[in-house]
T-cell receptor, first 115, second 111 residues
């Protein structure tokens, strides 16, 4: 198993659909992250979970709903999205605590297209 | 707050030439600094990291970077570019749980 696994790798959805992105990490980390990467824009941090608790929400619209049932799994539930939400969504994990460097380990990403 | 600035959104070099990608950081505390590489339609992969040990850091694929506190820089270099080095490169700074990325530099390698 690779360190951080994201499914699906590609997703096409209409604006009225409901879908979910899944992320799983096999590294024993206790922090997980969702990033959005749009063309010609810097990486945008969306959500941070630390020990299953959400510690950061960077003013993300409510049509994106994260869920972290345990330290190994992270979901991003999507509903009534807009075409401008089309992007590569990256999941990452890290070890936190004293002495941690904050190094992020990324998944391969889920390419989302909203029609 | 921490931040990084990558100078040059696009860099083009010939195969075999020196690669130099520039990164300057701003940090109120001793930083940890990283370079990541991203190939098309893939996630970010760690190239190397500086965590306050040696100032010259060696990474994968022949890349290295030097931490220069006096210049607040962490430039990425490779002596001889290979076609497979064509990708997007991101500089990042953190203390933990708050990694900040630069805007990225796209490296093109010409035959």
């Amino acid at each position: 198993e690779t360190g951080v696994t994201q499914t699906p790798r590609h997703l096409v959805m209409g604006m009225t659909n409901k879908k979910s992105l899944k992320c799983e990490q096999h590294l024993g980390h206790n922090a997980m992250y969702w990033y959005k990467q749009s063309a010609k824009k810097p990486l945008e941090l969306m959500f941070v979970y630390n020990f299953k608790e959400q510690t950061e929400n960077n003013s993300v619209p409510s049509r994106f709903s994260p869920e972290c049932p345990n330290s190994s799994h992270l979901f991003l539930h999507l509903h009534t999205l807009q075409p401008e939400d089309s992007a590569l969504y990256l999941c990452a994990s890290s070890a936190t605590g004293t002495g941690g460097t904050g190094e992020l380990f990324f998944g391969e990403g889920s390419r989302l297209t909203v029609l | 707050a921490q931040s990084v600035t990558q100078l040059g959104s696009h860099v083009s070099v010939s195969e075999g030439a020196l690669v130099l990608l520039r990164c300057n950081y701003s940090s109120s505390v001793p930083p940890y600094l990283f370079w990541y590489v991203q190939y098309p339609n893939q996630g970010l992969q760690l190239l190397l990291k500086y965590t306050s040990a040696a100032t010259l850091v060696k990474g994968i694929n022949g890349f290295e970077a030097e931490f220069k506190k006096s210049e607040t820089s962490f430039h990425l270099t490779k002596p001889s570019a290979h076609m497979s080095d064509a990708a997007e490169y991101f500089c990042a700074v953190t203390p933990a749980n708050d990694m900040r990325f630069g805007a990225g530099t796209r490296l093109t390698v010409k035959p």
